[in-house]
């Protein structure tokens, strides 16, 4: 057997031989570390086309009621939900919710069970059109396609008295495999019998991506053809490469079997502080959304928080921001849990893929994620960015705790000031930084760093402007992966920046929480690095393998490449060879 590397674009397909065993071998984009060998399953999801059957006008009423009865199930179990998995996808979950009970839908539903639709083909075809609508949106609602689709099929389902589509039975373990996995199943994964997953679509930053991440589940996503593998197939999923491996033989099997359990005894016996294996220190600190998170991140040994997303208090407050007294008890939970650590807040991060309707300006954006969101709704509103200084200010009296207050897409010197401004006039005592989230930023630094007195670099987003690339839209994934020479070139300037500067940058997107990259952007000069909880053990691990002057070779070398996967292939050739 030949495995050659990995080539090719993500969900392109090789074989590989050499020992009379062939094997297939499928690439997506690896989104959450770890090997899982297994027997597939796949979710049941596919989509219930419910018959045209006609009714009466006499039986409209009784139809009608079934819909709203079915509605009113399928929210309530999605809350349920929610409950049950708690943080960021307790978020989620709700906003699926509001997709099912929204009134236009019920009252689309209504028409057409007026004019003689059956109640499963009526909200069926009144979920097709709103489906039409958020796809052709052409910008982030387009993402959130797989959520409606969830919705439909559990609505129609209960109203066929079919059962509800998700996670299939099996009482052994197994690999899911997906066409995109449904917040609603992902939040209640079983992770003992749940190996690891693989899905059709999605990208790095797509919900089943983040959920994986939080689980600490392996996945690939993006790949091509998976949905056509038997049930009952053993496949190999690496989720740091992104290859599944179809019928891995015996060799293959045994050494992807060493691996994870090296990485696993790397993990348990590597404690204490981030560090390289010389001693150059690199804060591990956790990203969260409110206290829910805190546990996980306390005992995966997080030295404090990376970013704060304040998003998920204020979209949960509907019309209005959350009350100062509101928002000051929710900081304080979290900014006590870190007694003596560093607590990264950053200000409300409204608009594009996060909208809040008091925000917004009141004219439709063609393109939100280009439009008024950030810092920009901020500034345009600044009695929520006061309301929300003040309410830290109150957080953190008496605490021993080091807070610090980022604004997120800063995109040139006068954001900084303005930023920068607003913490000094609400009084607070905590540094000022900026979000590098926007090139310009990247390349400008410096200037930034006149203002604000450190740089947290936002991968997820930095990747969506550096390449046009719609974080939420699976087709363009290949521009979202962080290994990217041109980002890792971008990160490398606000890096260096801040470094003359004596300031800190950190990097707290997604790109922190791949521990290779992790040694890659500590040898471009990052200072701290912040990820989801589960992603800290591996990468304090893999950090503590390699000295400083091995990351630093290994961040020229995937600066040097020309993609993605060369960049990955370079680092990793130079950290496991030396
Ligand atoms: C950390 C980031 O912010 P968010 O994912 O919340 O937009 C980022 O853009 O990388
Ligand atoms: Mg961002």
């Known amino acids: 057997m030949t495995s050659g590397a990995p080539a090719g674009a993500p969900g392109s397909r090789c074989e590989a031989g050499g020992t009379g065993v062939t094997e297939t071998r499928l690439l997506g984009v690896g989104v959450s570390h770890g090997v899982a060998i297994g027997q597939v399953r796949h979710m049941g999801t596919g989509v219930v086309e419910p018959p045209a059957r006609r009714v009466t006008p ?53 028409r057409r069970i007026s004019v003689g639709s059956g109640a499963e083909r009526a909200i069926h075809d009144a979920l097709a059109a709103y489906r039409a609508l958020l796809a052709g949106a052409g ?62 679509e999605g990208g790095p930053t797509s919900h089943s991506a983040i959920l994986a991440r939080a689980l600490g589940v392996p996945a690939v996503v993006a790949v091509e053809g998976v949905g056509r593998i038997a049930s009952g ?102 900014l006590a849990a870190f007694p003596e650590g560093r607590v990264v807040v950053r200000v409300l991060d409204a608009g594009a893929d996060k909208p809040l309707a008091f925000l917004a300006s009141g004219a439709t954006e063609p393109n939100p994620a280009l439009g008024v969101r950030g810092l920009r709704a901020l500034l345009a509103h600044p009695e929520v960015l006061a309301g929300q200084l003040a309410a830290l200010g109150e957080a953190v009296a008496g605490l021993p705790v080091h807070l610090e207050v980022m604004a997120p897409m800063v995109a040139d010197r006068a954001d900084a000031r303005a930023f920068a401004e607003a913490c000094r006039a609400a009084g607070l005592a905590a540094s000022p930084g900026a979000m590098v989230e926007v090139p310009a930023a990247a390349l400008r630094a410096r200037s930034l760093l006149r203002e604000v007195e450190f740089l947290s670099v936002g991968t997820n987003d930095l990747a969506q402007y550096a390449f046009a690339a719609d974080r939420q839209v699976g087709a363009v994934s290949r521009w979202q992966d962080p290994w990217q020479p041109a980002l890792l070139d971008l990160v490398a300037s606000a890096a260096r920046a801040a470094g003359d500067a004596g300031k800190g940058c950190g990097v707290c997107g997604e790109a922190a929480a791949d521990p290779l990259l992790a040694c890659v952007l500590t040898g471009l000069g990052v200072t701290s690095l912040s990820m989801g909880a589960a992603a800290i053990p591996q990468v304090r691990a893999t950090l503590a393998r390699h000295t400083l002057a091995q990351c630093r070779r ?24 030396e």
Request: glycine share 10%; net charge negative; no cysteine.
């Open 58 to 110: 006499a039986d409209a009423p009784r139809e009608l009621a079934r819909t709203r009865r079915a509605v009113r199930a399928v929210a309530a179990d999605l809350r349920a939900r929610g409950t049950l998995a708690g943080g960021e996808a307790q978020a989620v979950l709700e906003a699926q919710a509001l997709m099912a009970e929204d009134p236009e839908l019920l009252a689309d539903a209504e």
């Open 139 to 200: 910008d982030y609602l387009a993402g959130r396609v797989a959520d409606l689709d969830d919705v439909r099929n559990r609505i129609v389902a209960r109203l066929m008295g079919l059962p509800t589509p998700g996670v299939p039975d099996s009482d052994e373990p197994y690999v899911l495999i997906a066409r995109d996995l449904a917040p609603a199943d992902t939040a209640l994964l079983d992770t003992s019998l749940v190996l690891g997953f693989v899905t059709e």
């Open 233 to 334: 197939t053993v496949v190999a999923v690496d989720g740091s490469t992104g290859e599944v491996v179809v019928e891995p033989d015996a060799a293959r099997r045994e050494r992807l079997a060493e691996a994870a359990a090296r990485r696993r005894a790397a993990v348990l016996n590597t404690k204490g502080p981030g560090a390289t294996s010389d001693g150059h220190r690199v804060p591990l600190l956790a990203n969260v959304g409110g206290p829910a998170d805190v546990p996980a991140a306390v005992a995966a040994g997080a030295e404090g928080v990376g970013l704060f997303r304040t998003e998920l208090l204020f979209l949960s407050g509907g019309e209005r921001p959350p009350e100062v007294a509101e928002q000051t008890r929710v900081y304080r939970e979290v």
């Open 554 to 577: 290994a961040a020229e070398a995937a600066r040097a490449a020309e993609g993605a996967r060369e960049a990955r292939a370079a680092a990793r050739g130079v950290l496991s060879g």
